[in-house]
């Protein structure tokens, strides 16, 4: 024990000596540290250039993905990177030197691989990937043409020049024998303290910056572009790993206090009002029409005369349709927009619910309808595993799951059956259902517009010409010339797409009434989520000068701009609900978002759930707000992106009540807290001891 002490007062006093030496000669000591920091560069070149490598990968994946000088330039990022690099990098010192430099290129192609993967994941989600994903890995292999034609691109190869850059400085030093003559003098262990105290110090120096927001957006995990920003790619990771374990081990810690704040939201909102449209569809059939990557853009668009949705369009005309409507997915897209348009609840914020939380308790607009004596189907032609839905939507109450398995898939386009063939077979099941039971409701899948967007030209009625048509003098003689504009691109693949959708939509309708099925149902169809369309394309539509086969400069007369925001905005997708008396028509401009479909048709049909975080739109129509699950969120005077801090304003001249902003904040906030733990902790099943047994039916796929 002595010893000790006398060891402890030793370094204490070591540390006075030193700080009365620095007090006394400020510039000699500078002078130490210059030539302690020169002398570590120089007797650890190899190691200082695995750092430097790192880092600037990290900040060329936020210069491709956020964009903007701020992040190269940004101080915070930087040094959490540096911090992270330092310190795992420094535990290669405890190893001997070949090993070490094994570790150190290891980790280099690991830091390598998570930059690509995350400049993929950006292009398709504006958002970074999530550990949490691996369990989600295998509907990869289902739409492997979507990724390597939607999502991978070239930028995403260019981290590779860092790690070639590091082999290439290995084999320099190695030829002029530096590791000899220096580096293996060095004594590791030593070393490694050293580094990773570099690494440590560096890192306290980086929380110093942060203030309450910084930390309660790293805590959330939820905003994943803001933590990228602020904390750097690396600790986003370490703290993405944490989070994607968390599931696990929330029931043991954190239950009561969601508990309590799911108690204390729900007895603050208040009753649904009754409304016009309360109970107008009551005991009718219901027939959901899931639209693959359907956006609102494309209604009532004409190319060379030709509507691209003429379907659609005359559907419109005879419906409530909702043109301010959005889908809040999140990573699970079609996934996501299925549970929340079934649930009223947000996706959740680590993983997707449909693959992650499958077991837990949910109050269902299936479950609510079969109260009433209705009979739940689904119907996909597709794996009755994709997404999970076998056993998903078991939970989520459906009496019956038509998949692959029951259909004729004979004529396929791109990754499954055709939509004009599922919807021809699907026509003639539910014919059959409805001899069979007294009310049904059923959800119709497609599939046919999933990107990359095959070419479905031999399939379609009419083809769509992508190419403008512009009538000229030619040789005396006026003729009508052909430019490219949208054929060949990305946007042009699915407008075709989609006009085939449109057909194949149009037909299944046709086909219900002359089976006499839509006398007696209501036709709900909704945009599952955007597309995902490169931001040029948009710009290519809209700005096409055929004079110069290009776009048009913003100074140009007609120039329409679509920058950031609107392109956020054009994500909408189409809300439509027919019914074949077209006694309601009316189109509702107010914006909604999917979770506020199942309130909305609850009070249509006669059913609630007390549970849905979304509201009856027709109680709300001045004032709804439409959350994402970024903490972005969207009301019919403003568009706020949570991540950036910033704002969009919809309308000029409008001026929002003081607090306005910061109001909606804590609204979205609670909002997402409170669907997070209510599929985390599965507060359901231990709220509403009245539903815990209502779905005690099996799905039995391919039963006739």
Known sequence: MRKKFSNKKSIKNKFLNYINYVKKNPMEAFRDVIYDIKLYIETNLFFVFFVIINVLNALLLRYLTMGGVQNIIAFQPLLADLAFVSAVGGLGYFFKHKNRIIYWFGLTIIFTLICMINSSYYTFYTSYASISLLSTAKQITGVTDAVTDSVVQLKDFTYLIFPLALLFIYYRLKKKKYFVTKEALIKEPKKAFTTVGFGAICFLIFCSTLNATDWSRIAKQWNREYVVAKYGIYVYHVNDLIKSIEPKLTS?????????????????????????YTNIYKDKNIITIHAESLQTFVINLEINGVEVTPNLNKLVRDSLYFSNFYSQVSIGTSSDSEFTYSTSLMPSNTGTAFVSYFDRTYVTMQKLLKEQGYYTFAMHGNSADYWNRRTMYNTL????????????????????????????????????????????????????????????????????????????????????????????????????????????????????????????????????????????????????????????????????????????????????????????????????????????????????????????????????????????????????????????????????PEDYIAEKNEYAEKLLNVSNSIIVYNLLDNTNETRRNTNESEIVEGAK
């Open 252 to 276: 043991l810690f954190g239950y009561d206090e969601a508990l309590r704040n799911f108690n204390e939201y729900f007895d603050a909102r208040k009753d649904a009002k009754t409304n016009k």
């Open 397 to 656: 109450g459906y009496d019956h799951f038509y998949s692959k398995t029951d259909y004729d898939v004979s004529e396929q386009i791109g990754l499954g059956i055709s939509d004009k063939s599922f919807f021809k077979q699907s026509a003639e099941k539910i014919e059959q259902i409805k001899k069979d039971h007294d009310k049904f409701y059923g959800t119709a899948i497609m599939l046919t517009n999933h990107t990359p967007f095959y070419d479905v030209d031999e399939y379609s009625n009419t083809v769509l010409d992508l190419t403008m048509k512009v009538k000229e003098e030619v040789d005396g003689e006026t003729k009508e010339v052909s430019y490219p504009y949208l054929d060949g691109t990305k946007l042009g693949r699915y407008l075709k797409s989609v006009h085939y959708a449109d057909e194949a939509l149009g037909e299944f309708i046709n086909d219900l009434d002359e089976r006499g099925i839509l006398d007696d149902t209501v036709i709900v169809i909704y945009g599952d989520h955007d597309a995902r369309l490169p931001k040029d394309d948009y710009i290519k539509m809209y700005n096409y000068d055929y004079k110069i086969d290009g776009i048009k400069d913003e100074d140009d007369e007609g120039y329409i701009e679509f920058g950031s925001y609107q392109y956020e905005l054009n994500r909408k997708v189409p809300l439509i609900i027919y019914s074949k008396d077209k006694k309601y028509k009316r189109e509702v401009t107010s914006v909604m978002g999917m979770y506020d479909v199942l309130p909305t048709l609850g009070n249509m049909f006669g059913f609630k759930n007390e549970y849905a975080l979304g509201q009856d739109i027709f109680n709300n129509l001045k004032d709804n707000i439409v959350v994402f699950p970024t903490g972005n969120w969207l009301t019919d005077k403003v568009y706020y992106n949570a991540q950036k801090e910033e704002q969009f304003m919809l309308k000029e001249k409008t001026v929002l």
